[in-house]
């Protein structure tokens, strides 16, 4: 296996969002981190292109684009762009590198010259949708990068795997009905944007192709991983992806300053080696990170030092965090999660066939 590629351009750090959680800071802790555990020394460093405006449009509205276009270069520092959106004057040529960044991962991911790669990108974008900014987000970067995998280099079925504690509703709004890419999220309930239910599932020519797994406060290593093995793991070997992508955002760490989840680096170094097992069984090891929330600098910093080194790796290492113990959970509610989403997931039922138009010729 080669070793992965690190998408990253110092115009992120341009993307100045004043006091806000969502900071160069973050980056800066992580690439801080990558030199001082040698990590660094592994990784071919890419620097993304701008992403052309005709890929953007696949996506995003002409009138959001223009708006948000203006918008940045007439913003000073910290301008809101929605209740909870900062943009600035750097955060126009961030957001088309973070996009950029997406596509060019697939790009080389689906044309061989890497197996993994990891998009060390911000602004985030799993909220963002087709016609406005939405929770720190501006274009929705792994939506761009499945669209490309989809409509340029023509796969038939992308998975995209959302471990961030927040749903991504952004990501399930464009894709909901649309049987060409199967998505999973993982996240925090309740909590913010409010959607991500058990019986989301998709719709119309989509219908079975969204899996919401909304966890109680304090789930972590134990419980993601179990969800992903008796969930995740038997729906991807019905839906046989040709590209998984992740959105890595690591809010659900239990020291994150945002949610109230209780996941380790250690839990997200399991995460990422069941990710791989699953890329091997289907899609020739082939998976993109592509970096969304984490809000705790430093747990930030560990939990993507532990995806990468699992990247090299190729197994989850144990990681000593002096960032408190975990939250204790009562893990008995989990049976019960478990059975009422297999129960309404239609890619778990035995009878469930994939539409004909997804299938390879
Ligand atoms: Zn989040």
Not at 26 to 32: F, N, T
């Amino acid at each position: 296996m080669s070793e992965p590629w690190l998408y990253y351009s110092d115009s992120f750090l341009a993307h100045d969002t004043g006091g806000h959680p969502e900071s160069p800071e973050r980056l800066r802790s992580i690439l801080k981190q990558l030199e001082t555990s040698d990590l660094r020394r592994h990784l071919t460093v890419k620097n993304p292109r701008l992403i052309e405006r005709d890929l953007l449009l696949r996506l995003h509205e002409p009138r959001y684009l223009a708006e948000l276009e203006a918008f940045c270069a007439q913003a000073g520092s910290g301008r809101r762009l929605d209740e909870d959106t900062i943009a600035s004057p750097g955060s126009w040529a961030a957001a088309l590198n973070a996009a950029g960044a997406a596509v060019d991962m697939t790009e080389a991911l689906l044309s061989d010259r890497c197996d993994t790669a990891f998009s060390l990108a911000r602004p985030p974008g799993h909220h963002a949708m087709p016609q406005h900014s939405m929770g720190f987000c501006l274009f929705n970067n792994v939506a761009l990068a499945a669209l490309y995998a989809l409509e340029r280099v023509g796969l038939k079925r992308v998975a995209i795997l959302d471990w961030d504690a927040h749903h991504g509703n952004g990501t399930e709004h464009v894709f909901y009905r649309d049987p060409r890419v199967f998505f999973v999220s993982w996240h925090q309930d309740p909590n913010w944007p409010g959607t991500g239910l058990i019986e989301d599932i998709g719709e119309g020519p989509g219908m079975g192709y969204n899996l919401n797994i909304p966890l109680p406060v304090g789930y972590g290593d134990a419980e993601f991983l179990r969800t992903f093995e008796t969930l995740v793991a038997p729906a991807l070997d019905k839906f046989q992806p040709e590209l998984i992508l992740v959105s890595a955002g690591y809010d659900a760490h239990h020291a994150d300053i945002l949610t109230q989840m209780g996941l380790t680096a250690t839990g997200f170094a399991q995460l990422t080696e069941a990710v791989m097992k699953q890329a091997g069984r289907h899609c020739r090891g082939k998976a993109g990170f592509l970096l969304e929330g984490g809000y705790h600098v430093q747990a930030l910093a560990n939990s993507v030092s532990a995806t990468i080194d699992t990247l090299l790796e190729e197994q989850a290492r144990r990681f000593a965090e002096s960032l408190g113990p975990a939250p204790e959970v009562d893990p008995l509610a989990l049976d019960a999660l478990i059975e009422k989403i297999s129960a309404v997931q239609p890619l778990l039922q035995r009878d469930f066939k994939l539409a004909a138009d997804i299938l390879v010729d």
